[in-house]
Structure formats: structure tokens, C-alpha cells
């Protein structure tokens, strides 16, 4: 807690806190939703001043809601026991089993392989390869599993004599740049690939009961995935940068020799293998599968995968495919972090503070709701550029559920909006930890990613606002002008 933001932020959220939790009292406004409210400021503080780490800030609801009579503490703690929680463990857990065998890495690299051979082809292969795992596992450890791939593949680039001058700092620094902005955009397509898609489907579950199911979110999200990652390639390898040279002098020798070091399939990655795909089989075919098994759901069969590979042997071994000790390793921070939203969005519902702050939005009413989507899709993207994603989704979607009610919009038009918006901040490595990881390869400057991402930000806002407005209502049918009488 060095920085000056962090040592003011440490002092002005629990003032702040008392000075509304005293003096800002508005008439409709109740007391348990004004505790919510002064809780709210003081941990939207800490989040973006980083006074402390944000998991342990993502506590303070726990001993702020029960101490001022928002929630009780039974209330308050069942929200980090969410079922979105466990879903997104179980998960996490499928993903260290593939990590701890090889297995990502060897998918990475057949990608590459069967993609590149240009320079350019190269990129996407990196890009395809990139989203696809992270689409599955956590961005962060999809871009840190890449890193070092991306590097060995500089290098060859570097060390062959055949390769033009300057040719190698520029392909550099696309490829760190290709790695971290498609670990961020291959998170989009799938309700496990980034945390704030839980959020999302853990407000609408609590808010109006609305399950949106992994094959609901990836018949949305596959295609923005899809259609940002070709964009992002075609952006960054025809406009960002130009490369003289074409050919890849090697490179598909060193993809090759490092598929060769990995040898034959071992057995155990035969066997996460078959869990992993069956697990995303059984996500994708539930709705069909609850015909003969109605409890079933996503977060049953994240778990059974989970049980599954603890039961499974590794060949000639005394060890399970994955241990305890193992699994222990999972980003317990990032779960705090997603339970603490989540008892910020009970206390905004059960309180009533949601559908007040929605009645302050009036002024919104009339206004075109394409424009109203551009501008939050806006928004949301550059505010997370210095906040957390996850932490800005918790913040801002128990707001726009009550002010969707306010203004006569279906609520999923400004959910889902500032659900993909959170996932697609390029310009700094503070902004995803992907962006971070690539930053620390030395390749990049702060300007080389403001000078490039500030372009893939704003083609991320306009696609974002075309999909979300015509092809979601499409998907999800439902009217985009109207709430819903049986949300209410």
C-alpha cells in the first residue's frame, strides 16, 4: 500500500461511509437501503483505490450489512455459498487438471501448427489458440501458459539470419499484444470464461429467477468471441503493424520441435481429456438432458467432473489425476471477490436501494435505447481500464436491473451490455491481468498498448452495441423497448 491513491482511498471510503450512513437521507429511501448504500461507497473506494487487496475488501459486507441492520449475517454470508461459486470452482478445478498434465499446452501448439505458416498466420494460430483455452480456463493462466510459446517463437525469429532488420521488435511486440487481447476476448464465449458472466447469471437468478444456462450464454457469446477475434487479428497484423517480411523464417520448425518435446498423448492426458470434453458436452446438451434428469444443472456437472478427476489414477502411479494439495491452488481471491458481489446484489434487492436508485434515472426515459447501450457499453469499457472487472460488474448490475424497470427496457439489453463491456479493456496492464503478463515480456511500452488498444477499445464498443441491440433480443426472444410484466 505504497501509492498515494491506495493511502487516501484507505482513509476516504469508511468517511464517506459515515457521512452518508448519517447525514443522506432522501425521502423513499429506507434505512436498511441507505446501510447498503454507505457500504456500497465504502467498498467501491477500497476497489478502485486498491486500499487494500480487492478480496478482502470484498469481506466488508459481512461485518458492515449485519452491524448497521442491512442484512443479517446468515443472509449476508449464503451469498459467498452461491451456486455460480461452485460452478465456477469446479471449473477452475477441471482447468488445473489439464494444466497440471501438459494437456493445454499441447492444444495450443496443435492450433498454432495447423493455423500458421505466415507471419501473419502465425499470429492468428497464437490468437485462436489463445481463445480457445481461455475460453475454458482463467485468462490469466491462458496468457502465462502462452507467454513463453510467444517467446520461443520471437527468439526463433531473432536468432535466424534470414529475418529483416526491426522485423523482430515489431513482431514482438504484435504477438504479445495478439496473446493478451485474445485471452481476454476468448473469456466472452463461455459462462465459465470470465468471472463477471457468473455475476451476471447470479443477479438475474436472485433478482428475477431467470437461469441462463451455458449453452444460452454461448449461443450469445461464441459469436462476439468469433467476430472480435477476426477483427483484432485483421487490426492488429494490417493496421497496428506491417510487417516487410511475410515469410516465417523457422517458424514452423520451432512449433514443431516443441510439439515433438511433448511426445506421444500420455495416458493421463487422454483421460483429462475425455472429462473435459464431456463436461463441455453435457453444459452444451442440458436443457436436452433435463427431460430425464430435470434437477440437473451446470454447477451438478462441474462438480461431478471435478469428483471425477480426483478418482481417477495416473498410469503406473500412486497419485489421483489431481490432489487436494493441488486443487487448493485454485484463485480463492477471485472467489471471495465474485461472493462479495453477489451480497452486494442481495442487499441492493432485499433492501429496496436498487429500485430507488433506478427511480433517479428518469431523465434516461426517451432516449433512444441503441444510444443508451453505446453509451454504457462505452462507459463500462473505459471505467475498467483502472477497476477491476469483476469488481465494476458486482458495482453496476444490481443497479441496472431496477433502472431497466424505470426507464421500460427489457433488463437483459443493459446486463448483458455491461457484462461484455467489462471483458474488453486493451489499452493498459492494469486494466486484465492478461495485459499484465504480456506487459512483463519487455516487449511492450505503457504507449505501445495505450497507442494500439485505445482502437481495439472503440471496435470493441461498436460491435458490442450491434450485437447486444439486434442479434441478443434475436437469441434470448424477448422485446428490447418493454420490461416484462413477469419480471416485475
Not at 429511501?29 to 467498498?43: F, P, R, Y
Request: charged fraction near 10%.
Amino acid at each position: 500500500m505504497s501509492n498515494r491513491p491506495a493511502r487516501i482511498g484507505l482513509i476516504t471510503g469508511p468517511l464517506l461511509f459515515m457521512l452518508v450512513l448519517i447525514f443522506f437521507h432522501p425521502e423513499g429511501l429506507s434505512k436498511e437501503a441507505n446501510a447498503v448504500l454507505a457500504t456500497t461507497v465504502w467498498i467501491a473506494i477500497w476497489w478502485i483505490s486498491e486500499a487494500l487487496p480487492i478480496a478482502v475488501t470484498a469481506l466488508l459486507p459481512m461485518i458492515l450489512f449485519p452491524l448497521t441492520g442491512a442484512l443479517s449475517l446468515p443472509t449476508t454470508t449464503e451469498q459467498f455459498g452461491h451456486k455460480y461459486v461452485f460452478l465456477y470452482m469446479g471449473g477452475f478445478i477441471i482447468a488445473i487438471a489439464i494444466e497440471k498434465w501438459g494437456l493445454h499446452r499441447r492444444i495450443a501448439l496443435r492450433i498454432i501448427n495447423m493455423i500458421g505458416s505466415d507471419v501473419k498466420k502465425i499470429i492468428l494460430g497464437f490468437m485462436v489458440a489463445t481463445a480457445f483455452m481461455s475460453m475454458w480456463i482463467s485468462n490469466t493462466a491462458t496468457s502465462v501458459m502462452m507467454l513463453p510459446i510467444g517467446m520461443a517463437i520471437i527468439s526463433q525469429l531473432k536468432d535466424n539470419p534470414a529475418t529483416e532488420i526491426d522485423e523482430n521488435e515489431i513482431f514482438g511486440k504484435a504477438l504479445m499484444l495478439a496473446i493478451a487481447y485474445s485471452a481476454s476476448i476468448g473469456g466472452i464465449a463461455t459462462l465459465i470464461g470470465t468471472p463477471p458472466n457468473l455475476v451476471l447469471a447470479g443477479v438475474l437468478h436472485d433478482t428475477y429467477h431467470i437461469e441462463i444456462s451455458f449453452a444460452k450464454w454461448l449461443m450469445f457469446g461464441l459469436p462476439i468471441s468469433a467476430l472480435l477475434l477476426i477483427l483484432c487479428w485483421k487490426y492488429l497484423t494490417s493496421f497496428a503493424f506491417t510487417f516487410k517480411q511475410k515469410s516465417f523464417p523457422g517458424g514452423k520448425a520451432e512449433i514443431r520441435r516443441l510439439l515433438n518435446e511433448l511426445g506421444s498423448l500420455k495416458y493421463e492426458e487422454k483421460l483429462v481429456l475425455i472429462v473435459f470434453v464431456g463436461t463441455a458436452i453435457l453444459w452444451i446438451s442440458r436443457s436436452l438432458l433435463q427431460k430425464w434428469i430435470p434437477a440437473l444443472d451446470d454447477t451438478i456437472i462441474a462438480m461431478t467432473a471435478s469428483i471425477i478427476l480426483f478418482i481417477l489414477p495416473a498410469k503406473g502411479k500412486k497419485e489421483k489425476l489431481i490432489s487436494w494439495e493441488e486443487a487448493v491452488r485454485m484463485p480463492w481471491g477471485i472467489i471471495l471477490l465474485f461472493g462479495g458481489g453477489m451480497a452486494l446484489a442481495e442487499g441492493f434487492s432485499a433492501t429496496g436501494l436498487a429500485n430507488w436508485i433506478g427511480g433517479q434515472m428518469t431523465s434516461l426515459q426517451g432516449l433512444s435505447i441503441f444510444l443508451l447501450v453505446f453509451i454504457l457499453i462505452a462507459a463500462v469499457n473505459f471505467l475498467t481500464e483502472i477497476t477491476s472487472n469483476l469488481a465494476t460488474t458486482a458495482m453496476l448490475l444490481p443497479i441496472l436491473a431496477p433502472m431497466a424497470l424505470t426507464i421500460n427496457v427489457h433488463p437483459f439489453i443493459l446486463m448483458v451490455s455491461a457484462t461484455v463491456a467489462a471483458s474488453c479493456a486493451f489499452m493498459l496492464p492494469v486494466a486484465t491481468p492478461p495485459n499484465a503478463v504480456v506487459f512483463g515480456s519487455g516487449y511492450l511500452r505503457i504507449p505501445d498498448m495505450v497507442r494500439t488498444g485505445i482502437f481495439m477499445n472503440i471496435i470493441s464498443i461498436v460491435l458490442l452495441s450491434f450485437i447486444v441491440y439486434f442479434l441478443l433480443p434475436y437469441l434470448w426472444e424477448f422485446v428490447p423497448n418493454q420490461f416484462p410484466e413477469n419480471f416485475k
